[in-house]
């Protein structure tokens, strides 16, 4: 399996298996099948809600620990210095681990900068081997990179054909900060299954849209989660190995690209005024 350097060392997975959306009841064996089926990596979130799943499936895939990458995520609920603490510590209770190789802020709204210290802190004692940043766009992640110690090794951002994040993998780069796409697939929006310039290139191949994709993604250096609960999809989604794209089909691909994310808009203020509404609903001491 390929992977890429952080920029503090750690060697990361470039694809790795995403849980968003599995059921806690669920997420114990597809996380288990993934893990039998070649992944390595496992990327999951407190607002999940199947961190205990994850841990589960690890305990019981007989895969050593240090062979396994798992990315879990600071929610805003546990948003700030004493609040992110405790939740690190609950997150490596949850997963049954003594460390987490990746650790993101998940959204750019209440305290981060408290977060990002808690997580800093515990990169320095152990518990986290790399700590990084989720939907943190522009100006947001420029204020934090530059005002941080420790420069965030990840951003994970809506990536997929459709909105290639050109304009931030430059911005990124000069920190060393590595772009992992979630959505890789688009989750299926605009057509994705079904684009043609996609099929044309994969009948060429003997592969599917989603490989393709991934196949172009991973090329570009980008980290990706694609989530499936199908075993056969798992093992196609790992397939990329064993074909090439050209700089004609590269290209092809890249001119699908809308420069615009079609799920969710981390820069609209309407989106961060309904996180942070929904964050208050279950945090009474913050209204």
């Known amino acids: 399996m390929r992977t890429l350097t952080l920029n503090n060392g750690v060697e990361m997975p470039l694809i790795?298996?995403?849980?968003?959306?599995i059921a806690p009841n669920e997420c114990e064996q597809h996380v288990l099948d993934a893990i039998r089926a070649g992944y390595r990596s496992i990327d999951t979130a407190q607002a999940y809600y199947n961190e205990e799943g994850v841990g589960n499936a690890v305990r019981r895939s007989g895969v050593p620990r240090e062979q396994l990458f798992l990315t879990t995520k600071v929610w805003i609920s546990n948003a700030g210095d004493e609040r992110a603490a405790r939740s690190i510590d609950e997150s490596l209770?949850?997963?049954?681990?003594?460390?987490i190789d990746l650790l993101l802020i998940h959204q750019p709204f209440g305290d981060y900068y408290g977060t990002y210290r808690a997580m800093e802190r515990a990169y320095k004692a152990g518990k986290?081997?790399?700590?990084?940043?989720?939907?943190f766009y522009d100006a947001r992640f420029i204020d934090l990179a530059e005002n941080m110690e420790v420069k965030p090794a990840v951003v994970q951002l809506e990536t997929h054909v459709f909105c290639q994040q050109v304009k931030m993998r430059e911005l990124v780069k000069p920190y060393g900060t590595h772009l992992m796409a979630w959505g890789p697939l688009a989750q299926g929006a605009n057509g994705f299954f079904i684009n043609e310039t996609l099929r044309a290139?994969?009948?060429?191949?003997g592969k599917d849209n989603a490989q393709v994709a991934l196949k172009f993604l991973t090329d570009e250096g980008i980290i990706a989660i694609p989530k499936t609960t199908h075993k056969e999809r798992m093992a196609s989604n790992l397939a990329l190995d064993d074909f090439e794209l050209t700089d004609e089909e590269r290209n092809a691909i890249r001119r699908l690209d809308g420069g615009k994310p079609l799920a969710a808009d981390f820069n609209d203020p309407a989106l961060a005024k309904f996180l942070l509404d929904y964050d208050r609903q279950f945090n009474p001491d913050k209204r």
């Open 16 to 21: 790795g298996y995403g849980v968003f959306q």
């Open 93 to 99: 209770r949850k997963l049954q681990t003594d460390y």
């Open 128 to 135: 986290v081997r790399a700590i990084g940043l989720s939907n």
């Open 201 to 205: 290139i994969g009948a060429k191949y």
